[in-house]
């Protein structure tokens, strides 16, 4: 079973210095990772600037450059790790989907 992959398109934190990302997978669908989780998904041309737009009344999300996709064990892994540069870009709820 072929394992999903993640490009990390954009970046903030939540108010405990954790990274919160907006990522898109090999279609193009963009989804909310917080939690460790898969919170919310767009779809479509330009998902990941949508889901921004959608979100960003609750945070200052910042574009990352696309390097190597990460599996949800990567991503998880990523987003424990504490931010060390001391300037919080925003925090930003739990979404469920629904």
């Given at each position: 079973m072929p394992v999903t992959r993640y490009l990390i398109?954009?970046?903030?934190?939540?108010?405990?210095?954790?990274a919160?990302?907006?990522?898109?997978?090999e279609q193009a669908t963009?989804?909310?990772?917080s939690g460790g989780r898969l919170q919310?998904?767009?779809?479509?041309?330009?998902a990941s600037e949508r889901?921004?737009?959608?979100?960003?009344?609750?945070a200052t999300w910042v574009p990352v450059p696309r390097t190597t996709p990460?599996?949800?064990?990567?991503l998880h892994?990523?987003?424990?790790v504490k931010e060390t540069s001391g300037t919080a870009a925003g925090?930003?709820?739990v979404i469920a989907v629904t």
């Open positions: 398109r954009y970046r903030c934190t939540d108010a405990h210095d954790r919160i990302f907006i990522v898109e997978d963009a989804f909310l990772f919310l998904q767009c779809v479509g041309a330009g889901l921004v737009q959608l979100l960003a009344w609750h990460y599996t949800r064990d990567g892994q990523l987003a424990s925090t930003i709820p």
